[in-house]
């Protein structure tokens, strides 16, 4: 499985923001799909997750009730809505798939993953 995040940008506190994550491959739409992200001097976190089919989700305190995440099988697609957007929020952000569901903080958990795309929020 491949993978290509895009939709970082520079937008500005309160603002939204959808990121992509495409997956290639003759199965990628059996795998779930995590987002991370990484701001500078800190560790990678988790900070979503879903299923293959949707049907379950994991939020990260941090982005509870901001973030939405969705997929869209028939485009291998997942998306990360990103509401109400704080400085905090900067970070390149990352997907990752694996064939098993899980809401792991471990990255080396993780089979795949795709380059990452810079989210920067100004105040």
């Known amino acids: 499985v491949q993978l290509q995040a895009s939709g970082g940008g520079l937008v500005q506190a309160g603002d939204s923001l959808r990121l992509s994550c495409e997956a290639s491959?003759?199965?990628?739409?059996?795998?779930?799909i995590s987002w991370f992200r990484q701001a500078p001097g800190k560790e990678r976190e988790l900070i979503v997750t879903i299923s293959w089919n949707g049907a379950r989700t994991y939020y990260a305190d941090s982005v509870k009730g901001r973030f939405t995440i969705s997929r869209d099988n028939a485009k291998n697609t997942v998306y990360l809505q990103m509401n109400s957007l704080k400085p905090d929020d900067t970070a390149v952000y990352y997907c990752a798939a694996d064939s098993i569901y899980k809401a792991s903080s471990s990255p080396d958990e993780y089979a795949y993953w795709g380059l990452g795309t810079l989210v920067t929020v100004s105040s």
């Open positions: 491959g003759r199965t990628a739409r059996n795998y779930a």
